[in-house]
């Protein structure tokens, strides 16, 4: 079992930027990766980001070119560095686990509690 632990979240202004964190602990498996999630009230569960150990990422067309994903393998942390935040980013932002690169929240079997990002002025 995975244990996920997300932090980072908070207000920020338009424009802004913030980095969630994701910390994994257990036993992830080298062929596991991890990806981001995020859901506003009352949409549902939107793919945001994907990054295999080895490095292989993967990342919506909503935030490529403002977000960032990485990983520090040492640290089994995952990072979502959001840049040029826009109020339609607000939402809730979750990190799961899966055993392949996939966008459908479906095949992520861990999730973290989620964090909560607001971009508003």
Not at 10 to 35: F, H, I, K
Not at 89 to 112: M, Q
Request: with cysteine; glycine share 10%.
């Amino acid at each position: 079992q995975v244990q996920l632990v997300e932090s980072g979240g908070g207000v920020v202004q338009p424009g802004g930027s913030l980095r969630l964190s994701c910390a994994a602990s257990g036993s992830t498996g080298t062929n596991y990766v991890m990806g981001w999630f995020r859901q506003a009230p009352g949409k549902e569960r939107e793919f945001v980001a994907v990054i295999s150990w080895r490095g292989n990422l993967y990342l919506s067309d909503s935030v490529k070119g403002r977000f960032t994903i990485s990983a520090d393998n040492a640290k089994n942390t995952v990072y979502l560095q959001m840049n040029s935040l826009k109020p339609e980013d607000t939402a809730v932002y979750y990190c799961a686990s899966a055993p392949r690169i996939a966008t459908s929240p479906h095949v992520y079997d861990n999730w973290g509690q989620g964090t909560q990002v607001t971009v508003s002025s």
